[in-house]
Protein backbone atom coordinates (compact mmCIF):
# COMPACT_ATOMS: atom_id res chain seq x y z
CA UNK A 1 0.00 0.00 0.00
CA UNK A 2 1.12 3.31 -1.04
CA UNK A 3 0.52 6.64 0.57
CA UNK A 4 -2.90 4.73 1.38
CA UNK A 5 -4.16 3.72 -1.97
CA UNK A 6 -4.28 0.14 -3.24
CA UNK A 7 -1.42 -0.49 -5.53
CA UNK A 8 -3.73 -4.08 -6.87
CA UNK A 9 -7.22 -3.55 -7.50
CA UNK A 10 -8.78 -6.39 -5.63
CA UNK A 11 -11.77 -7.80 -6.40
CA UNK A 12 -14.98 -5.92 -5.21
CA UNK A 13 -12.75 -3.18 -4.78
CA UNK A 14 -13.03 -0.01 -6.09
CA UNK A 15 -8.74 1.45 -6.94
CA UNK A 16 -8.05 3.82 -4.67
CA UNK A 17 -9.80 2.43 -1.23
CA UNK A 18 -8.48 1.00 1.49
CA UNK A 19 -9.47 -2.83 2.63
CA UNK A 20 -12.10 -3.45 5.23
CA UNK A 21 -10.45 -3.14 8.67
CA UNK A 22 -10.80 -6.82 10.47
CA UNK A 23 -9.72 -7.98 13.93
CA UNK A 24 -8.52 -11.17 15.45
CA UNK A 25 -6.97 -14.42 13.09
CA UNK A 26 -7.15 -16.85 11.27
CA UNK A 27 -10.00 -16.22 9.71
CA UNK A 28 -12.36 -14.77 13.01
CA UNK A 29 -11.60 -11.58 12.04
CA UNK A 30 -15.08 -9.24 12.08
CA UNK A 31 -15.50 -6.52 9.12
CA UNK A 32 -15.58 -3.03 10.94
CA UNK A 33 -16.82 -1.30 7.62
CA UNK A 34 -17.92 -1.71 4.30
CA UNK A 35 -17.19 -0.01 1.02
CA UNK A 36 -19.46 2.81 0.50
CA UNK A 37 -19.53 5.20 -2.35
CA UNK A 38 -21.78 7.77 0.33
CA UNK A 39 -21.02 8.22 4.06
CA UNK A 40 -20.89 5.27 6.89
CA UNK A 41 -23.94 3.99 8.04
CA UNK A 42 -24.63 2.64 11.66
CA UNK A 43 -24.95 -1.02 10.70
CA UNK A 44 -21.19 -0.64 9.66
CA UNK A 45 -20.32 0.62 13.16
CA UNK A 46 -21.67 -2.90 14.83
CA UNK A 47 -19.75 -6.20 14.45
CA UNK A 48 -22.10 -8.92 14.64
CA UNK A 49 -20.48 -11.62 13.95
CA UNK A 50 -17.77 -11.00 16.62
CA UNK A 51 -18.13 -13.61 20.10
CA UNK A 52 -18.04 -10.51 22.15
CA UNK A 53 -21.27 -9.50 19.89
CA UNK A 54 -24.17 -8.65 22.76
CA UNK A 55 -27.68 -7.91 21.20
CA UNK A 56 -27.92 -5.19 24.39
CA UNK A 57 -25.15 -3.26 22.86
CA UNK A 58 -26.99 -2.77 19.44
CA UNK A 59 -29.78 -1.92 21.06
CA UNK A 60 -28.11 0.70 23.26
CA UNK A 61 -25.94 1.90 20.26
CA UNK A 62 -29.60 2.44 18.41
CA UNK A 63 -31.31 4.08 20.88
CA UNK A 64 -28.25 6.20 21.56
CA UNK A 65 -29.10 7.47 17.40
CA UNK A 66 -32.71 7.15 17.21
CA UNK A 67 -33.84 8.67 20.33
CA UNK A 68 -30.62 10.59 21.79
CA UNK A 69 -31.98 13.55 23.79
CA UNK A 70 -33.87 10.73 26.53
CA UNK A 71 -30.98 8.63 25.75
CA UNK A 72 -28.40 10.87 27.23
CA UNK A 73 -30.59 12.46 29.27
CA UNK A 74 -30.57 9.27 31.42
CA UNK A 75 -26.77 8.92 31.26
CA UNK A 76 -26.35 11.99 32.57
CA UNK A 77 -28.50 11.04 35.74
CA UNK A 78 -25.61 8.52 36.42
CA UNK A 79 -23.30 11.63 37.24
CA UNK A 80 -23.32 14.66 39.88
CA UNK A 81 -24.53 18.18 38.47
CA UNK A 82 -24.24 21.28 40.66
CA UNK A 83 -26.45 22.74 38.43
CA UNK A 84 -28.84 20.41 36.17
CA UNK A 85 -28.88 21.29 32.51
CA UNK A 86 -31.83 23.15 30.44
CA UNK A 87 -31.58 21.19 27.53
CA UNK A 88 -29.99 17.92 26.76
CA UNK A 89 -28.42 19.07 23.05
CA UNK A 90 -28.64 22.48 21.02
CA UNK A 91 -28.59 21.90 17.62
CA UNK A 92 -29.28 25.22 16.22
CA UNK A 93 -25.69 26.19 15.06
CA UNK A 94 -24.07 23.40 13.25
CA UNK A 95 -21.75 21.63 13.41
CA UNK A 96 -20.94 23.32 16.59
CA UNK A 97 -23.28 20.97 18.62
CA UNK A 98 -23.84 21.93 22.49
CA UNK A 99 -24.48 19.40 25.50
CA UNK A 100 -26.33 19.49 27.86
CA UNK A 101 -26.63 23.47 27.79
CA UNK A 102 -26.38 25.20 31.11
CA UNK A 103 -25.87 22.64 32.98
CA UNK A 104 -22.88 22.55 35.49
CA UNK A 105 -20.46 19.79 36.76
CA UNK A 106 -17.22 19.37 38.60
CA UNK A 107 -15.05 16.46 37.04
CA UNK A 108 -12.43 16.19 40.21
CA UNK A 109 -16.35 15.47 42.54
CA UNK A 110 -17.39 13.17 40.48
CA UNK A 111 -13.86 11.04 40.14
CA UNK A 112 -13.60 10.83 43.64
CA UNK A 113 -15.46 12.53 46.26
CA UNK A 114 -18.39 11.02 45.38
CA UNK A 115 -16.97 7.48 45.94
CA UNK A 116 -15.86 8.00 49.08
CA UNK A 117 -19.22 9.98 49.78
CA UNK A 118 -20.78 6.53 48.81
CA UNK A 119 -19.12 4.31 51.46
CA UNK A 120 -15.57 3.21 48.66
CA UNK A 121 -12.82 4.87 50.67
CA UNK A 122 -10.90 1.74 50.70
CA UNK A 123 -11.66 0.74 47.38
CA UNK A 124 -8.79 0.93 45.14
CA UNK A 125 -9.23 3.90 42.78
CA UNK A 126 -5.51 3.54 40.70
CA UNK A 127 -3.21 0.60 39.63
CA UNK A 128 0.10 1.83 38.76
CA UNK A 129 2.32 -0.96 37.56
CA UNK A 130 6.36 0.42 36.60
CA UNK A 131 7.93 -1.81 34.14
CA UNK A 132 11.08 0.43 35.42
CA UNK A 133 10.80 -0.95 39.15
CA UNK A 134 9.21 -3.89 38.48
CA UNK A 135 6.54 -2.79 41.35
CA UNK A 136 2.68 -1.57 41.51
CA UNK A 137 1.35 0.52 43.47
CA UNK A 138 -2.03 0.85 44.64
CA UNK A 139 -4.35 4.18 45.49
CA UNK A 140 -7.35 3.54 47.26
CA UNK A 141 -10.37 6.61 47.21
CA UNK A 142 -9.75 8.08 50.28
CA UNK A 143 -6.17 8.40 49.67
CA UNK A 144 -7.09 10.34 46.10
CA UNK A 145 -9.45 12.53 48.05
CA UNK A 146 -6.47 13.65 50.12
CA UNK A 147 -3.60 13.90 48.20
CA UNK A 148 -5.97 15.62 45.70
CA UNK A 149 -7.69 18.08 48.42
CA UNK A 150 -4.08 18.83 49.40
CA UNK A 151 -2.57 19.57 46.09
CA UNK A 152 -5.76 21.57 45.18
CA UNK A 153 -5.37 23.62 48.29
CA UNK A 154 -1.16 24.34 47.46
CA UNK A 155 -2.22 25.45 44.31
CA UNK A 156 -4.56 27.91 45.44
CA UNK A 157 -2.65 29.16 47.48
CA UNK A 158 -0.33 29.62 44.15
CA UNK A 159 -3.47 32.00 43.31
CA UNK A 160 -4.54 29.18 40.45
CA UNK A 161 -8.32 29.59 40.12
CA UNK A 162 -11.37 28.92 37.92
CA UNK A 163 -10.40 29.56 34.28
CA UNK A 164 -6.59 29.23 34.39
CA UNK A 165 -4.51 27.36 32.60
CA UNK A 166 -1.94 24.50 34.25
CA UNK A 167 0.64 23.03 32.50
CA UNK A 168 1.72 19.45 33.79
CA UNK A 169 4.92 18.62 33.04
CA UNK A 170 5.37 15.08 34.45
CA UNK A 171 5.98 11.20 33.91
CA UNK A 172 3.33 8.36 34.10
CA UNK A 173 2.62 7.99 37.46
CA UNK A 174 -0.10 8.47 39.79
CA UNK A 175 1.32 12.05 40.73
CA UNK A 176 0.17 12.97 37.43
CA UNK A 177 -3.78 11.70 37.65
CA UNK A 178 -3.74 13.48 41.31
CA UNK A 179 -2.53 16.91 39.37
CA UNK A 180 -5.41 17.06 37.03
CA UNK A 181 -7.94 16.03 39.37
CA UNK A 182 -6.32 18.68 41.64
CA UNK A 183 -6.22 21.21 38.47
CA UNK A 184 -9.69 20.67 37.40
CA UNK A 185 -11.41 20.53 40.94
CA UNK A 186 -10.41 24.67 40.83
CA UNK A 187 -11.94 24.90 37.79
CA UNK A 188 -9.19 25.47 35.75
CA UNK A 189 -7.73 23.94 32.77
CA UNK A 190 -5.26 21.17 32.38
CA UNK A 191 -2.96 20.58 29.20
CA UNK A 192 -0.71 17.23 29.99
CA UNK A 193 2.25 16.89 28.67
CA UNK A 194 4.50 14.03 28.88
CA UNK A 195 7.91 14.58 30.60
CA UNK A 196 10.30 13.83 27.71
CA UNK A 197 9.55 16.96 25.94
CA UNK A 198 11.04 20.27 25.79
CA UNK A 199 9.80 22.63 28.82
CA UNK A 200 10.21 25.81 27.80
CA UNK A 201 9.13 25.73 24.73
CA UNK A 202 5.70 24.39 25.55
CA UNK A 203 5.54 26.85 28.06
CA UNK A 204 6.14 29.28 25.68
CA UNK A 205 3.73 28.25 23.46
CA UNK A 206 0.88 27.89 25.83
CA UNK A 207 1.92 30.81 28.38
CA UNK A 208 0.21 28.80 31.25
CA UNK A 209 0.99 30.42 34.39
CA UNK A 210 1.99 27.54 36.83
CA UNK A 211 2.92 24.12 35.86
CA UNK A 212 3.55 20.82 38.71
CA UNK A 213 6.81 19.27 37.55
CA UNK A 214 6.83 16.33 39.85
CA UNK A 215 7.31 16.24 43.49
Known amino acids: MINGDLTEQQPGIQPGLQPASRVGSKGNGVILSHFRDDHLHEEDLVMKQSRFYSPKYEETFRRSLEDREAFWSEVAETVSWTKRWEKVVDDSNQPFTKWFVGGELNACYNAVDRHVEAGRKDKVALIHASPVTNTTRKV ?3 ELQDQVSRLAG ?12 VLIYMPLIPETIIAML ?9 SVVFGGEN ?3 VLLFLYCRYYPTGW
Not at 154 to 165: T, Y
Not at 182 to 190: D, F, Q, Y
Request: proline residues 0%; hydrophobic residues 40%; charged residues 20%.
Open 199 to 201: TWE
Open 182 to 190: ATVRLGAVH
Open 140 to 142: TYG
Open 154 to 165: GLAALGVSKGDR
